[in-house]
């Protein structure tokens, strides 16, 4: 019984041919009847087969009416005031189609409704035994009824369903949102259908204006990547608002990950109004940004002059001239000016330029790829400075080990040329890259023996995982 069961759930064909001899019981029964019911939605739910010719126009917009298919069901003609005790008494066998009602104005008999039920059933005697009863007491007529499905009620996997090839087994519908801007990844296979895929996410999301597909790899230097327009409006500039701070993103220049989002907000939330943020890879501000809201002092660097320029638009958009400084400049060699400026303002007899150039207490490196090679640059910092208090830093790498923690942190080590206080360090987990690597973010304080540089063995050479 348990094998005859479990292929009475692989296909009701199956089922069918297996029940004229050998009686199943009730619950067996019942479960192939809701899969056939289902199945047979799912059916009605799929729009109909659409050639790329029919289904974009000559100037590559979609043609609407490609995608309309007429569907019939039964239906019971009911009296309105009987709608909510029907839909209650009949709610296993409606037709409950997503994106589509149950019930409908009867298209000649004014006053009246249609209940639409699911294809299964096409007669009284099809309907279980109280609902029979209930439709006869009631004298209540069924009737085939006919409606159309158009572009709206499909989804978008199931609108690319219907126009690509059969045998293109992957096909992706997500993409990654910078305001109005739909950013895709499309593979190969997909990119001679590029303009359907743009086409159809314009048209399923309203806030959509633009569709862009990724042409290459993150440029290693100044971190963007070529893209190009499959769909609406060539305007490349978005807007974007996170962590209660506006930013304008010239995506086809700079760097911008959405999925950052929360990263971005949980190191803010670790800062207060006093401390000073030294931001060594700052793009256009995710991380600076929030912190001169909070009333943080910061030091921004990007060596990419058009994030350095959006960044310096951003500061000036949200208002916080007065606590950041931006710098286009090399990671290494902004942090060894700022510390320069920094002794240059504690010795200076005007105390205004002790408060322009305060002691920085955080430092975020935030260039995954990399940013731990730079760590160098704090080996030795603090010799001529041990009366300081160190900083807490925050840097960013991938990890593609079995324990991407301990990982993270060797990363560090490595390049440090010392060991971790682990009771002062975190490797926190980021987000998933890729099914086997992560981005890590380790948090440590800078140990005394390297900042001040005693008996540092040299640095170990990294190999870059790009």
């Keep these: ?39 047979k939605r799912e059916d009605m739910m ?23 298919k007429a569907v019939t069901t039964s ?18 066998i409606l037709l409950n189609l997503p994106r589509h009602r149950n019930i409908l104005n009867h298209p000649t008999s004014q006053g009246q409704k249609v209940l639409l039920l699911c294809p299964t059933v096409k007669s009284i005697d099809d309907l279980p035994a109280p609902q029979q009863e209930l439709v006869r007491k009631e004298n209540v007529k069924m009737e085939p009824f006919t409606f159309t499905l158009s572009f709206e009620h499909w989804s978008t996997p199931q609108l ?109 939330n670790m800062l207060g109004k006093d401390d000073v943020l030294l931001d060594m890879f700052a793009g256009i501000g995710p991380f600076a940004l929030p912190a001169a809201k909070r009333g943080c002092f910061v030091y921004a660097n990007d060596l990419n002059p058009e994030s350095y320029k959006a960044l310096v638009e951003n500061v000036g958009y949200n208002k916080v001239e007065s606590k950041v400084l931006a710098y286009n400049m090399d990671g290494r ?33 935030n260039l995954p790829a990399d940013a731990h090679t730079f760590l160098d640059v704090f080996r ?10 160190l900083p807490m830093i925050h840097c960013y790498c991938f990890s593609k080990a079995v324990d991407y923690h301990s990982d993270a942190i060797r990363m560090c080590e490595a390049v440090l040329g010392g060991s971790l206080d682990h009771a002062q360090c975190s ?33 170990k050479k990294q190999k870059l995982d790009n």
């Excluded at 799929?46 to 309309?68: H, Q, T």
């Excluded at 400026?341 to 207490?361: L, Y």
């Excluded at 030795?380 to 208090?389: A, F, H, I, S, V």
């Excluded at 987990?429 to 540089?453: H, N, Q, W």
């Design 380 to 389: 030795g910092l603090y010799k001529e400075r041990q009366d300081e208090p």
């Design 333 to 365: 060699d902004f942090v060894k000016k700022i510390m320069h400026d920094i002794d240059d303002a504690q010795k200076s007899d005007n105390p205004q330029a002790t408060k322009k150039m305060p002691r920085f207490n955080h430092v975020v490196m």
């Design 46 to 68: 799929s729009p109909p087969r659409v050639s790329i010719k029919d289904a974009l126009d000559a100037s590559g917009k979609l043609n609407f009416e490609a995608f309309k």
């Design 160 to 268: 690319l369903r219907a126009v690509l090839p059969d045998e293109m087994s992957e096909i992706t519908s997500s993409f990654e949102t910078i305001g109005h801007i739909a950013h895709m990844n499309l593979r190969d296979e997909h990119l001679p259908y590029k303009t359907l895929f743009g086409e159809i996410i314009l048209a399923k999301n309203k806030a959509i204006r633009t569709v862009v597909n990724k042409l290459s790899s993150i440029d290693t230097t100044f971190r963007f990547f070529k893209m190009e327009v499959i769909a609406g409006e060539d305007n490349l500039k978005a807007q974007v608002k996170e962590c209660g701070c506006v930013y304008n993103v010239p995506f086809d220049k700079v760097y911008w990950n959405s999925r950052l989002h929360a990263e971005h907000e949980r190191i803010a």
């Design 427 to 459: 490797a926190h987990e980021v987000r998933d890259v890729a099914p086997k690597k992560r981005m890590m973010c380790v948090s440590f304080t800078l140990p005394p023996t390297i900042a001040y540089g005693s008996n540092l063995p040299p640095a």
């Design 1 to 39: 019984m348990l094998c005859l069961r479990r292929l009475c759930y692989v296909t009701d064909r199956h089922y069918f041919s297996i029940t004229h001899n050998c009686p199943l019981n009730k619950m067996s029964s019942q479960a192939t009847s809701d899969m056939t019911r289902k199945r």
């Design 75 to 92: 239906s019971l003609v009911i009296n309105p005031k009987h709608c909510a005790s029907f839909m209650k008494e009949m709610k296993k």
